[in-house]
């Protein structure tokens, strides 16, 4: 894509936390990946399909990864990730 318009990626996921206060999960193994989602227009329709199917559970929930936040390719690499670790 051009730096004119950037790829947004957003990840939607979620699935059974410990506790409706808080935003750990159950069990990791079993997080509900949803997609990955080219703008957050799309990541949040898919976010409220499934926040709506799950609204009689107190201990679902569901989130929305900014993703193309997670790495920005103007940034300069760390020194970690530059040797490979």
């Known amino acids: 894509m051009s730096k004119t318009n950037p790829q947004r990626l957003h990840l939607v996921f979620g699935g059974e936390l410990v506790s409706p206060e808080r935003t750990e999960f159950k069990d990791v193994s079993k997080i509900h990946i949803v997609g990955i989602y080219p703008n957050y227009a799309t990541a949040y329709s898919a976010w409220k399909a499934e926040a709506q199917r799950t609204v009689d559970d107190a201990h679902a929930r569901y ?15 760390s020194l970690t990730e530059e040797l490979g670790s």
């Open 63 to 77: 989130f929305i990864a900014h993703l193309h936040r997670l790495r920005d390719e103007e940034t300069p690499a």
